[in-house]
């Protein structure tokens, strides 16, 4: 077996055990790096130099013994957080060249405290704002399972660089499925935390009241090792929460017989894709084997959410995005002759398309007038969608949906048309809006393209999911499989 | 809600982006439709709904009124388009 088709904890073990060095294993993934990702444009900034020294740094305490599972493994960054001398360009020509004075509490926690490498910064979409990598300002990634395919977004790099080997794990975001849909999309295992449990300092905000930091990986056991490293309370972010972190690595083992899950009936309605809903399926059905309950449940507040999350994330992203002004950082335009037209210029030329269109919904959605009509009433329908959630886990454990309606789909499908690119995250979207923690993991395959399923969990019960997840997929194989192109 | 291409102006003006005046009826159409898309909420009845705006019931933490950050001016303006003498550069504003 080659070093990139090794489990974190097998990786872990081998370092424990002298097989190979973390400087070796760093030295692996670079090469593929090298080799591979001009066919899918997944790192925007590749860091040999910072790898190697971290690399050689984690040998040497490895060396001296006494340290934690995920010292000297590798991990690539998505280019949402903010890294000390390395660019954070966010995916944007506004910040082409920002290169931040800070880490995100992410960065210190996985590198400075876990003693993880970082192999480099990957692609996304701008500002985090897409579904298909294609908004990105260094070009759209490829999915490795069909390179004319788009790899999901926003976390495209995140999962493309995990599913061709470049990279053992990602850190990734989600604002309405960003970490899920991609890694639906290329067959990865993702999730997205509870609303305030991993820190958000240092990851460059887009709708700050949904957006959440997680991880993409090649199992569910992986995920849960680096989630555990990167979840806990930080007094730099406002809304992160005083509360111990679960164990979420050693509860992997539990039987999930007599558990109670929810079909909501809203999410297998018309939509999804044949090939999907067979996966879907069988998902429930495998689980019903292992001994969960399953029964039927109405979150019918559910299909509001995407208009929902259309008001709610654009206003909020409309203010974020204010402080891109080309004054204090960022894009300045060469053109300007006083200062209005310093902001109107810079910002003009420094966002691309679907980032100005947000800004612009959001800014009508706030302005006078139209505030009620949509901010507030949008404010509203996102209660009664988390009432909804509230009521359902009285009698639930666990709500089990698809993750997408379909499979990755083609370059340029849904790129003209705006309304039918937000629907892509018509699954996603509701827990983000209620701050549950939701995951995506593969349950088959639809004309050799990777389908996922999302479990929705119950505030702060991760380590739960995640033992329902490591559960399935000690029964199934679909997570063990690669795209044949990056063995 | 549809938009016109001057609306698309006035918001773009608001928000302190130009826009290139051949992009205003591509960008009106789009925004057009996104509204028309939205518009579904308010058919929703919210009647006694209180609005949500964040996922958690959170109060703000408070610190003790102490300082606690060094000055890092010079590396906050590292990244600064302009700076002369610490401060950040901007065209003339007061003729």
Known sequence: MSLHQLSLTAMAAGLAAK???SRELTQHYLARIAQFDDQLNSFVSVTPEIALMQADAADARLA???????TGIPIAQKDIFCTTGVRTACGSKMLDKFVAPYDATIVRKLHSDSGMVMLGKVNMDEFAMGSSNETSFYGPVKNPWDLSCVPGGSSGGSVACVAAGLAPVATATDTGGSIRQPAAFTNLTGIKPTYGRVSRYGMIAFASSLDQAGVVARSTEDAALILQAMSGFDALDSTSIERPVDDLVTGLGQSIKGLKIGL???YFADGMAPGVRTCVEAAIAQLKVLGAVVSEISLPNAPLSVPTYYVVAPAEASSN???MDGV??????QEARNLEELYKKSRGEGFGAEVQRRIMIGTYVLSHGYYD???LQAQKVRNLIYQDFKRAYETVDVILAPTTTGTAFKFGDNSDDPVAMYLNDIYTIAANLAGIPAMSLPCGFSEGLPVG??????????ARLLNVAHQYQQATDFHTQSPKEFV | MSLTPEQVQQVAHLARLEL????TTLYAQQLSNILAMVDQLTAVDTRGVMPMAHPLELTQRLRPDLVSEPNRREAYQAHAPAVEAGLFLVPKVIE
Not at chain 1, 64 to 70: C, P, T
Not at chain 1, 328 to 333: P, T, V
């Open chain 1, 328 to 333: 204090r950082f960022g894009h300045r335009s």
């Open chain 1, 373 to 375: 009509a949509y901010y």
């Open chain 1, 321 to 323: 995005l204010a402080r």
């Open chain 1, 19 to 21: 097989q190979f060095s």
């Open chain 2, 20 to 23: 290139k005046p051949e992009k």
């Open chain 1, 264 to 266: 909501p009936k809203e």
């Open chain 1, 453 to 462: 399923f999302q479990l929705m969990g119950n505030y702060f019960d991760e």
């Open chain 1, 64 to 70: 001296a013994g006494g340290v934690g599972l995920l």
